[in-house]
Every structure is written in structure tokens, then in C-alpha cells.
């Protein structure tokens, strides 16, 4: 049976999601459970195209990426797939009615970190930042909002300053990994070499901007979303204050993490001002 396979699939896009991010499988644990499995299924969807962009370095990337392309194509043609990932991606796809030029866009971006080391110009920094972070931001809130395209219009601009939030903010934690492993530097007009403390507050100034935004849209978001995606934002939040308390030459040489027990602590602290309206 079709739904047998489908409910492995949809538990292989939750594997994934707990076994690459702890924190985003927590906050994904808040949503309400209608919900949860779709949420699942984008964020399998995204972690395996960046995994081939980003871990593969002992095989031919581009033959993977567009093998995977390929097969995404007849996934969403067909709404079937025997990656069981892309089975369950296109599940939600259609069910929410996701807009193929979402998809599209994240794909792009995927594809330019085969080959694409350098963004000069803020219009690149944009254009990347769009395609693999804010669209998957617009998914999900396909998701959010069930497929009210009302809604969906009203928190879209919120969504994509979140997304690109989480991102940026994913940026400057990783930097010693990007620009030292992968040979990448998506900063423009920033010297990653001697990162000094005024570019530094630029970019955290920058990412403050777009948390305003994204906070005012999660406080709109419907009761079942909005504690998930609320301890994402707490999470990154305090991603963010320990990464303005960290020296700017040392982000270069090391990864800042939010600990377990800290984890933990921001989830309790989060139910409350959640329980309490506090938003």
C-alpha cells in the first residue's frame, strides 16, 4: 500500500531532522502535532540538497546535485518518489499547494555552492539569502497557515525577515567552517581574514533588524505554530547574544554553540512568556 510507504517516508524526513538538528527538532516538537510531519518533510527536503552541496567532498557533487534535481522534477510530477525524503516532500508540496518558484529559488541557491565562493554586492548577499533560507521560511508557513493564501500573504514579508535571520545568524557562527572548509565567504565588503569588530557589529545590527520583523509576524502566527517557532527565534536569539560577546577574531577560529542544558533552560523560560501572552 502507497500509505505504508508513505508513512515510512514521512519517518525518514523526521530521522533527519532529529539527527542533523537538535534544536530544530525541538523547536519542530512545539508545533502542533496536525502539522508537525509536514514541517518534517520540508526540512528533510532542504538538509539533503545542502548535504550534497556541503559534506559530499569525496564524490562528484554536481552529478549528485543534478541527479537529485532530476529526481525532485518527477517527484513533484508524478507525487511519488523512491527517495523516500523526496517522497515525503512532495507529499506537503501538493498538499499546501507550495509554489513551485519557492522550490525553485532554494534549488538555485543550493546550486551556486558548488561552484560560487565569493558575494561582492549586498544584490548577490540578497538573492542567495532568498533562495536558501527565506523561501524555506515561506514553506513552512504554507504550513503555518494551511494553505490560506489570506494569511499566508499578510505574514509573508515576516516569514522572509525570519528566514533570513536564521541564516545570517547561521553565517556568522559557521564562519571558520565556510570560509576555511569550504573556501566561502558570503559577507560582501567584509575581509573574513581580519574580521574586525565594526564589521562585526554591522552584521549583528543587520540580523537585529530582520529579528524585529520576524517577531512581529510569529506573534501573528496561528496557535499552532506560533510556541514552535517561538523557541526557534529564542534559540537563535541567544545564538546571536553569544556571538556579540565573543571577540570578532575569535568567531573566525571557532563555532559558538548553545549548550543542552541551555537549550532546555530557553525552552522553559519560552512556555512561559508563551503561557503568560508574553510575546
Known amino acids: ?46 538538509r539533503l540538497a545542502d548535504e550534497i552541496v556541503d559534506s559530499f567532498h569525496d564524490y562528484e557533487k554536481e552529478i549528485l546535485f543534478n541527479r537529485f534535481s532530476e529526481d525532485l522534477e518527477s517527484a513533484l510530477k508524478d507525487k511519488i518518489s523512491l527517495n523516500p525524503i523526496l517522497n515525503a516532500f512532495q507529499h506537503t508540496y501538493h498538499k499546501y499547494n507550495i509554489d513551485r518558484r519557492l522550490v525553485d529559488a532554494f534549488m538555485t541557491s543550493m546550486r551556486l555552492d558548488l561552484h560560487k565562493t565569493d558575494y561582492l554586492t549586498d544584490e548577490e548577499y540578497k538573492a542567495y539569502i532568498y533562495g536558501s533560507a527565506d523561501v ?19 505574514l509573508k514579508d515576516t516569514a522572509m525577515s525570519l ?15 565556510d570560509f576555511d572548509d569550504l573556501n566561502r565567504s558570503y559577507f560582501p565588503n567584509t575581509d573574513l581574514n581580519n574580521l574586525s569588530e565594526a ?58 554553540r548553545v549548550s543542552n542544558p541551555k537549550k532546555i533552560e530557553l525552552l522553559m523560560r519560552s512556555y512561559v512568556k508563551y503561557q503568560l501572552n508574553l510575546l
Not at 533570513?164 to 547561521?170: D, G, I, L, P
Request: glycine share 6%; with cysteine; proline share 1%.
Open 199 to 256: 564589521s562585526k557589529k554591522e552584521i549583528i545590527d543587520d540580523i537585529e533588524t530582520d529579528f524585529s520583523k520576524g517577531l512581529s509576524g510569529i506573534k501573528k502566527l496561528p496557535m499552532e505554530a506560533k510556541f514552535g517557532v517561538f523557541m526557534a527565534y529564542r534559540y537563535y536569539r541567544q545564538l546571536l547574544k553569544k556571538l556579540k560577546k565573543t571577540p570578532a577574531l575569535k568567531i573566525k577560529s571557532t563555532r559558538i
Open 1 to 46: 500500500m502507497k500509505q505504508l510507504f508513505d508513512t515510512v517516508s514521512y519517518g525518514c524526513s523526521k530521522m533527519v531532522t532529529k539527527t542533523y538538528s537538535t534544536s530544530f527538532s525541538l523547536a519542530t516538537k512545539m508545533l502542533a502535532s496536525s502539522i508537525r510531519n509536514d514541517i518534517y518533510n520540508i526540512y528533510g527536503f532542504v
Open 163 to 177: 528566514g533570513s535571520a536564521f541564516q545570517k545568524v547561521n553565517f556568522l557562527r559557521d564562519l571558520k567552517a
Open 136 to 154: 524555506v521560511g515561506l514553506m513552512c508557513l504554507k504550513v503555518f497557515v494551511k494553505g490560506d493564501d489570506a494569511k499566508y500573504e499578510a
